[in-house]
């Protein structure tokens, strides 16, 4: 049996085995102190659990090297183990299993990640593991319904910092090697448990609230030390304390509060308690936008919800993520606007973050926020758009049906009732119904339990609002007048719907009438005739961002569903984004404009508008304020759109190399400068010499994954057949290296360069499955897809592997759909 099969756990097993178990405390001891030695691919782990039992067997989860022993109620045990699952037998009413083994050090973000630093040679370690990648690093029940005392002890080289979710309460060892023992956790489930160690530079700062005090550090390696800003770091945890404290009425339960900035991270963040990890594109070496730096504190705020929000009350089965991932995302913005300086947050929650949602419920793969996850590798996937942004849309619409006091009441019985436990999802509703007054299960059938989204739009006259796939939305309808060149706001209409037609009365002067203004509820929204052309004179000159964002929102959406003709919305972008002040609007505009060229316009306007667009950026580069955020944004968009025409490729390289002076105020610093060199290698006006030379200005992490960007980028058929099987064979890339050996290939669209392997990648992709882990293949899966003029090899593919795994089957799926899509909407504007 493959690792990868035996290593996928169902919902009806995992259920059998904590019926049948009682688990009480896990003691894990680490032996990482050959780590530095790049010969060591493994480290020792031995783990004591604790437990009760009424089955003579069950099985016990581990993915390593070997299991050396296995003792049971002090007697060895024979070594069963298949790779993923370690079986025990002659369990008793208690046992005390000890399991000796060798884990994997990891270079894609799964489990013990193991990262050699190029700036000074040293080592740094940490763990990831959600949902299932605990079981990589210790011997444990893989169920967040198995919650225990865990205690670490972990042996490193002398003078590393060494971290996990508690305080460290011993500490011994001399010479080359320490060990240190963790105080014991409270009860928490596996994936939430996390070790780092090295010389990472470390920060301290407290925060107190009454008799509370946490002690609070902020970690980072030694190399980016000086691109910390602790301060903002500090200000913003210490402000979502105070947020959260009040809010839940439950004070901060996991002690420390220590926040590490790790490299190789295979996502944004992970909410263990006491030990937050953050990916260390959050650790700014470069210029970075005020957008950035709230998508930031919205993560420190998000992570942060979870101490209660997952931590504290836990999921029974991975069906109902959203009890954790849509409250965190909807408190991430709600506790950015009411407690830090960021209160347009829900204005990048609108524009940005519904968008990913949108695209996700409108896939095939569409379900419910409460979903149906049958095992492990159906939740991987579902760390997805429904489960964070559209949870998090409808949780808002939910806070304005029953109101704010209410929500967080039920939300603080909540916390009360099933503190160090695990829920589902009737138990939120009991707790809100009892705040709220209000019986919430309709509510929950029509929001939680289906999919798909409605359609908002007025009919010809504007006498009603009509609704597709009719849901109750209490929602606003703003409006608006041209005045004096102005799009001015003279007011709005709250209403409740439920129907497919809701009869409404606009004043003669609503040039613009906004249905879901102030974006209340989750709907796509047509604008009518009558308000299209009225944004199209003047979306900029609306006041508010979050009107503005939703504005950009609806066209975007419209031009997706092939409603507004891709070469329409070019248009309002090229007049209206030069003038829009919030700079995250601006960068998603243009992310999704710079997406309309390349996909959804036909050949034949193709080949003009790539250069009318980056004629479009350029202009908004030299338009924009020295020094701003938009000058920035505008900057970055220029390296994306030069990458698929060399229209300004002797400009870029001029100002790269010093001979021409860049835009003034400009930082053309190292995060820019690659961006452009990257673009220069997609186009053939860049070669080995000039990334080798760039490489050698920035040797750092960052540069060093750049550059391999940048040389699989370069348009030959040789590079690119090289980074093709390297993707594929190369299983020394970390999975930094393997996205930016897969964006490479596929840079500047050079089909001409890359259609040679269409049919390899679907002979390759069930295989890749199998032997791959999850992470690794499901990038494959998605990154390589072929964007092809037809459906014809994917729907074989799909015929012929009726019996493929169904996560795999859902990703080649989803990509079927962005294709058809993309081919679908083509053929509208041509």
């Not at 019985?413 to 589902?424: E, I, L, M, P, S």
């Not at 919305?569 to 995250?584: D, G």
Request: aromatic share 8%.
């Amino acid at each position: 049996m493959s690792t990868n099969l035996a290593a996928n756990l169902t919902r009806e097993e995992t259920a059998a085995r904590s019926a049948a178990l009682s688990l009480r405390s896990i003691r894990v001891e680490l032996d990482v102190s050959a780590a530095p030695d790049p010969d060591e691919t493994g480290f020792i782990t031995n783990t004591t659990l604790r437990f009760g039992a009424t089955a003579e067997q069950t099985w016990i989860d581990f993915i390593g090297q070997s299991v050396d022993r296995v003792v049971v109620n002090g007697v060895d045990h024979p070594v069963i183990w298949d790779g993923a699952r370690i079986v025990v037998t002659g369990l008793a009413d208690d046992n005390e299993v000890r399991i000796e083994a060798v884990g994997a050090y990891s270079r894609s973000g799964e489990g013990m990640h193991r990262f050699v630093d190029p700036v000074d040679g040293e080592t740094y370690l940490y763990t990831q593991y959600e949902p299932a990648d605990s079981r990589r690093v210790m011997a444990c029940f893989e169920q967040p319904d198995m919650k225990a005392a865990y205690t670490f002890v972990v042996t490193s080289p002398t003078g590393w910092e060494i971290l996990s979710n508690q305080r460290a309460v011993v500490t011994t060892g001399g010479g080359s090697a320490q060990t240190v023992e963790f105080a014991e956790t409270l009860p928490m489930s596996s994936y939430i448990t996390a070790v780092a160690a090295g010389p990472y530079h470390r920060v301290h700062d407290v925060w107190t609230r009454g008799n509370q005090r946490v002690e609070m550090r902020a970690l980072c390696r030694a190399s980016l030390a000086e691109h910390l800003d602790h301060r903002e770091i500090f200000e913003i945890t210490r402000q979502g304390l105070d947020f959260f404290t009040d809010a839940f009425g439950v004070d901060y339960p996991w002690g420390k509060y220590d926040q590490i900035f790790v490299p190789e991270y295979n996502l944004g963040a992970m909410e263990n308690p006491g030990l937050v990890t953050f990916t260390e594109q959050l650790v700014f070496r470069g210029a970075s936008t005020d957008a950035q730096h709230e998508v930031r504190a919205n993560t420190i705020l998000h992570e942060m919800a979870h101490m209660w929000f997952g931590d504290l009350v836990t999921m029974t089965w991975w069906d109902d993520l959203w009890l954790k991932e849509s409250f965190a995302d909807y408190m991430g913005s709600h506790a950015s606007v009411a407690a830090t300086r960021f209160s347009d947050a829900w204005a990048t929650f609108a524009n940005r973050r519904k968008a990913w949602a949108y695209e996700q419920d409108q896939l095939p793969s569409t379900h419910p926020i409460v979903a149906d996850i049958p095992d492990l590798e159906a939740a991987k996937l579902n760390f997805d758009g429904i489960t964070y942004a559209k949870g998090a849309s409808v949780l808002k619409q939910l806070v304005a049906f029953v109101g704010e006091e209410a929500f967080f009441a039920g939300s603080r019985a909540y916390f009360r009732d099933h503190a160090y436990g695990n829920t589902t999802l009737d138990d939120l509703l009991v707790a809100l119904e009892a705040a709220s007054g209000r019986d919430l299960r309709a509510w929950s059938r029509a929001w939680l339990e289906t999919s798909g989204m409605s359609t908002l739009r007025f009919n010809e006259d504007r006498t009603a609002i009509v609704q597709s796939d009719p849901r109750p939305h209490r929602l606003r309808v703003g409006l608006f007048a041209e005045q004096n060149g102005s799009l001015v706001r003279t007011g709005q209409i709250d209403l409740d719907i439920a129907d497919a037609s809701t009869s409404i009365e606009l004043p003669a002067d609503a040039d613009l009438a906004l249905i879901n203004d102030g974006d209340l509820t989750y709907a796509k929204v047509r604008l009518d005739d009558r308000s299209l052309t009225a944004v199209e004179r003047g979306l900029a000159t609306i006041d508010e961002a979050l009107t503005r964002g939703l504005v950009w929102s609806a066209l975007w959406n419209a031009v997706r569903d092939g409603q507004l003709g891709a070469l329409r919305y070019l248009e309002i972008v090229r007049r209206h984004a030069p003038a829009e002040r919030n700079v995250s609007i601006l960068a998603g505009t243009l992310a999704n404009a710079a997406f309309t060229v390349e996909h959804y316009l036909p050949a034949e306007l193709r080949d003009g508008a790539r250069p009318a667009w980056l004629d479009t950026v350029w202009q908004g580069l030299a338009s924009a304020a020295p020094g701003s955020d938009a000058q920035l944004s505008w900057a970055r968009a220029l390296g994306r759109a030069a990458a698929f025409h060399d229209g300004r490729a002797g400009e870029l390289r001029a100002i790269l190399a010093g001979d021409q002076p860049g835009p003034d105020g400009l930082p053309l610093d190292a995060d820019l400068r690659w961006v452009w060199v990257q673009a220069l290698a997609a186009t053939g006006a860049a070669d080995e010499t000039d990334i080798r030379a760039e490489l050698a200005r920035d040797d750092t992490m960052s540069g060093r994954t750049e550059a391999t960007e940048a040389l699989a980028a370069r348009p030959t058929v040789d590079v690119r057949a090289a980074a093709w099987n390297a993707a594929w064979t190369d299983e020394t890339l970390s999975n930094d290296h393997l996205g930016a050996t897969i964006a490479g290939f596929g840079a500047g669209g050079r089909r001409d360069l890359i259609s040679q392997f269409d049919e390899e990648y679907f002979v390759r992709i069930r295989e890749t499955w199998q032997t791959r882990s999850i992470e690794t293949a499901r990038r494959l899966v998605r990154g390589m897809f072929p964007e092809t003029e037809t459906l014809d090899l994917v729907d074989a593919w799909l015929d012929d592997n009726v019996a493929a795994p169904g996560a795999l089957r859902r990703l080649v799926v989803e990509q079927r759909d962005h294709l058809a899509r993309g081919l679908a909407v083509r053929a509208a504007n041509s």
